[in-house]
């Protein structure tokens, strides 16, 4: 057959890469509304308040600085970090007629989405306490679902993308389902709004959150059942014990450089999505409905770059544009950090955002994926040894260390001060952590990288010409 590997095994077309993109546009909408609203329902302004928002759980710092839903999301994030080698190691050995991904994805699933809508139901009795400690079981499970699905389904991007070109293709598909799926994310207190004089501003949240969650099941759904996998992925199971295996991906040096500065990378953008709409409401004096026409007009000017960056990555190789991206992202988090000042218009503020954070969101959208896969490929060349899900898992590791890093330094950091200073202070301390990410990111090897790649495989690529 035209296309299939002398391994047997196919190259993806274009119809298992748009089914694929399905699955993260399911599991992005499940994500998003965890990370973008759970601070904000469980930790409410004062504008929340005046609209009649119940108070749930116990607010402002109880321990060293830290806030309840600080200590709990970290908790969360924690578990969900340390989980992932786990679940990595169990797919990247498992042994069935499916492959090695789609059984875990079509078993976690709607668990998945319905932890999804507990975390934010089951805590609403009238004790903080009890209600405490509800969210943190949620949360934790929450967690393990995601890990379940996330993790397996990730590492099939450098199993589907054989070749440099596809990797690039399929990471820029998956972008795109990503931040579609976050921006429907952000449509919860959009709808809830036409919901909340019928139902209070609790209810509707909670009976939105489980509309989207039902419509994010059904495209995960999709490639789990779409896909089958034994086509396309080499489905050779790794032998390498569990702690062996974290130990090998963690010694590869260019894994190094890469885990460092995505973990800089997620620190920052959670703190800019976690403040997202607190900025709006608390600096720029706006509803929190626009949220999601913020986030959408980012989503929509982004998508006019995803051509242009596709096909530079292309031709110039990738560590050049990603470095170009981190520091692109500063200049949008500084700008967050006086919007609401010199008399300009919240209306101009939020515009003016949303132009400069769509540049290198479809650059780091698109391109650490690839950047991933072309480390995991290398990974294989050189040791003989498939471990893509791990390699996924730690990166897994690194947004998680990022994001709860993020959710403690923003639940503590936004506190302080008075007339929105805290807010403030989260975009100046995410511009921080971005400007160190990209500086870190330019020792990444890329030209090492792709020679190892090319040489085994005998493909013409870009690299870097640095």
């Given at each position: 057959?035209?296309?299939?590997?002398?391994?047997?095994?196919?190259?993806?077309?274009?119809r298992?890469?748009?089914?694929?993109?399905?699955?993260?546009?399911?599991?992005?909408?499940?994500?998003?509304?965890?990370?973008?609203?759970?601070?904000?329902?469980?930790m409410?302004?004062?504008?929340?308040?005046?609209?009649?928002?119940?108070?749930?759980?116990?607010?402002?710092?109880?321990?060293?600085?830290?806030?309840?839903?600080?200590?709990?999301?970290?908790?969360?994030?924690?578990?969900?970090?340390?989980?992932?080698?786990?679940?990595?190691?169990?797919?990247?050995?498992?042994?069935?007629?499916?492959?090695?991904?789609?059984?875990?994805?079509?078993?976690?699933?709607i668990?998945?989405?319905?932890?999804?809508?507990?975390?934010?139901?089951?805590?609403?009795?009238?004790?903080?306490?009890?209600?405490?400690?509800?969210?943190?079981?949620?949360?934790?499970?929450?967690?393990?679902?995601?890990?379940?699905?996330?993790?397996?389904?990730?590492?099939?991007?450098?199993?589907?993308?054989?070749?440099?070109e596809?990797?690039?293709?399929?990471?820029?598909?998956?972008?795109?389902t990503?931040?579609?799926?976050?921006?429907?994310?952000?449509?919860?207190?959009?709808?809830?709004?036409?919901?909340?004089?019928?139902?209070?501003?609790?209810?509707?949240?909670r009976?939105?959150?489980?509309?989207?969650?039902?419509?994010?099941?059904?495209?995960m759904?999709?490639?789990?059942?779409?896909?089958?996998?034994?086509?396309?992925?080499?489905?050779?199971?790794?032998?390498?014990?569990?702690f062996?295996?974290?130990?090998?991906?963690?010694?590869?040096?260019?894994?190094?450089v890469?885990?460092?500065?995505?973990?800089?990378?997620?620190?920052?953008?959670?703190?800019?999505?976690?403040?997202?709409?607190?900025?709006?409401?608390?600096?720029?004096?706006?509803?929190?409905?626009?949220?999601?026409?913020?986030?959408?007009a980012?989503?929509?000017?982004?998508?006019?770059?995803?051509?242009?960056?596709?096909?530079?990555?292309?031709?110039?190789?990738?560590?050049?544009?990603?470095?170009?991206?981190?520091?692109?992202?500063?200049?949008?988090?500084?700008?967050?950090?006086?919007?609401?000042?010199?008399?300009?218009?919240?209306?101009?503020?939020?515009?003016?955002?949303?132009v400069?954070?769509?540049?290198?969101?479809?650059?780091?959208?698109?391109?650490?994926?690839?950047?991933?896969?072309?480390?995991?490929?290398?990974?294989?060349?050189?040791?003989?040894?498939?471990?893509?899900?791990?390699?996924?898992?730690?990166r897994?590791?690194?947004?998680?260390?990022?994001?709860?890093?993020?959710?403690?330094?923003?639940?503590?950091i936004?506190?302080?001060?008075?007339?929105?200073?805290?807010?403030?202070?989260?975009?100046?301390?995410?511009?921080?952590?971005?400007?160190?990410?990209?500086?870190?990111?330019?020792?990444?090897?890329?030209?090492?990288?792709?020679?190892?790649?090319?040489?085994?495989s005998?493909?013409?690529?870009?690299?870097?010409?640095?």
């Amino acid at each position: 057959m035209a296309g299939e590997k002398a391994s047997g095994t196919r190259l993806a077309d274009r119809r298992v890469i748009r089914l694929f993109a399905i699955g993260q546009l399911g599991w992005a909408i499940l994500s998003g509304i965890v990370s973008n609203w759970l601070v904000y329902f469980y930790m409410p302004s004062d504008t929340m308040l005046s609209r009649g928002m119940a108070v749930f759980i116990t607010q402002g710092a109880v321990f060293a600085g830290l806030t309840v839903i600080g200590i709990i999301t970290g908790c969360g994030r924690l578990l969900d970090g340390f989980i992932d080698p786990f679940i990595a190691a169990q797919s990247d050995r498992l042994k069935s007629p499916l492959g090695r991904r789609i059984p875990f994805m079509r078993g976690a699933a709607i668990p998945f989405g319905v932890m999804t809508v507990l975390v934010f139901v089951l805590p609403g009795t009238g004790s903080e306490t009890l209600n405490n400690v509800l969210l943190f079981c949620c949360l934790m499970l929450f967690y393990i679902t995601l890990s379940l699905y996330c993790t397996p389904f990730n590492a099939l991007i450098p199993e589907l993308g054989r070749t440099q070109e596809l990797r690039i293709d399929l990471s820029t598909h998956i972008s795109v389902t990503y931040f579609i799926g976050t921006a429907l994310a952000y449509l919860v207190t959009t709808v809830a709004a036409y919901l909340e004089p019928a139902m209070g501003i609790a209810g509707a949240f909670r009976v939105t959150v489980a509309v989207l969650a039902a419509v994010a099941v059904a495209c995960m759904l999709v490639p789990a059942f779409g896909i089958d996998e034994t086509l396309y992925a080499k489905a050779e199971p790794s032998s390498t014990p569990m702690f062996q295996s974290v130990a090998k991906t963690f010694k590869n040096h260019d894994f190094q450089v890469f885990e460092l500065s995505d973990v800089l990378y997620w620190v920052a953008i959670t703190m800019f999505q976690t403040g997202m709409t607190y900025y709006i409401t608390e600096l720029m004096g706006l509803p929190d409905s626009l949220s999601f026409v913020f986030f959408a007009a980012m989503t929509l000017i982004s998508l006019l770059f995803y051509a242009p960056v596709n096909m530079l990555a292309k031709r110039h190789g990738k560590k050049r544009i990603v470095a170009f991206g981190f520091f692109f992202f500063c200049a949008a988090f500084a700008v967050t950090s006086v919007c609401g000042m010199f008399g300009i218009p919240g209306m101009v503020w939020g515009m003016l955002v949303a132009v400069l954070a769509a540049v290198p969101m479809a650059i780091l959208g698109i391109l650490p994926q690839a950047v991933l896969a072309d480390i995991a490929e290398c990974d294989a060349v050189e040791t003989g040894e498939r471990r893509e899900g791990m390699f996924y898992a730690a990166r897994t590791f690194s947004m998680t260390l990022g994001q709860t890093l993020a959710m403690i330094l923003f639940t503590s950091i936004s506190i302080l001060g008075e007339n929105g200073m805290g807010y403030r202070a989260t975009a100046i301390v995410a511009t921080a952590f971005c400007l160190i990410g990209g500086l870190v990111f330019t020792r990444y090897n890329e030209r090492r990288v792709l020679g190892t790649i090319g040489g085994a495989s005998g493909e013409a690529r870009g690299g870097d010409r640095a």
